[in-house]
């Protein structure tokens, strides 16, 4: 009995479709507060309340089954994964509170000790306090954390403010949900899986640092919708065209050794529905590496839009921060027809 034996989806965060998230979100209520600075309207990463001219929370929330077997790693992943939408945003966090379901009727605690005890050490190493949670029983394992940070009102990031003429920067490579799909059918090398692992249990702090230091336009973590999906809501909110050029997507290393196509997850087909209605595809693009525009991230890097003049300065700052990655990967345009050009 193996840990992803308890998960319906176990090659990717296990989101809903985009359109279905998109559907659901016109049934919350129109009215705004005045103190509610970032909702979802733009389906940007977390809610920002003012509490005060120079304080406000950020406030989300994040869950999935496993994606890999060992517990204690699960629960590392899992809890990266819900802190970085709070760095997404510029902000600190704070506190969190565990999720948890669990089949306690089915198997003991161990696995759910070490799940905690995983995400307990990457909030401690975030210098976030866990300050409670909820659990309930159900036949499938998920966790994740509710996040709460501060930021102050002045100095949001959201991912509604690219502008044309930014440069685009990606801080952790691509291909988590190829490998975690490929890992539970033992057709994984070790050391690619090694390679997955460290990328999702990686904080994204050092990216906030660089990007608060430098001054980016705007930011979005790269998750469940892929990056095809995030940067398209980017290009939605920012009313701009973005432009990926797909040979310039880093991908996790050794990962040319897996069969891609066979281990697409089935979030890559609803993120490629989800946007290829906007998108306009250069001729003749490489198909395996179209994949990676459309593959599901678990705790994936920040999607950084940069003005150029600061670009240089931005790598330099991500690489003396040790991020993963700092690799420039597209360019913003001024609003074309399409809001995604793939070249």
Known sequence: ???????????????????????????????RHPDLLVGTETHDDA????????????????FFPPVVDDPYTFGRMAAANALS???????????????????????GPEWLGEILRGGAERCEEAGCTIVGGH???????????AVTGTIHPDRIT???????????ILTKPLGTG??????????CPPELLDAAVESMTTLNDGACRAMLAVGVNAATDVTGFGLAGHAYEMAHGSNVTIALALNAL????????????????????????????ETEYAP????????????????????????????????????????????????????????????
């Open 1 to 31: 009995m193996r840990l992803t034996d308890f998960a319906s989806c176990a090659g990717c965060a296990a989101k809903m479709p985009p359109k279905a998230v998109e559907a659901l979100l016109k049934f919350l209520p129109k009215r």
């Open 47 to 62: 809610g920002v309340f003012r509490l005060r001219p120079d304080l406000a929370l950020v406030q989300t929330v994040d």
């Open 85 to 107: 939408d709070v760095y997404a945003m510029g902000g600190v966090p704070i506190t969190a509170l565990n999720l948890v379901c669990y089949p306690d009727d089915k198997i």
């Open 135 to 145: 659990s309930v029983r159900d036949a499938e394992i998920k966790f994740g954390m």
């Open 158 to 168: 959201t991912n509604a403010g690219a502008k044309p003429g930014d440069v685009l």
């Open 178 to 187: 190829f490998v975690t799909t490929a890992a539970k059918k033992h057709d």
């Open 250 to 277: 880093p991908r996790l290393r050794g990962i040319d050794g897996i069969d891609l196509v066979k281990y697409r997850t089935r979030a890559s087909k609803t993120n490629r529905e989800y946007t290829e209605a």
């Open 284 to 343: 003749g693009l490489d198909e395996l590496l179209l994949e990676f525009a459309y593959d599901a991230q678990t705790s994936g890097g920040l999607l950084l839009s940069v003005p150029e003049a600061k670009a240089d300065d931005l790598v330099a700052r991500l690489k003396v921060e040790m991020t993963l990655v700092a690799a420039i990967i597209g360019r913003v345009e001024s609003r074309a027809d399409k809001a995604l050009r793939l070249i």
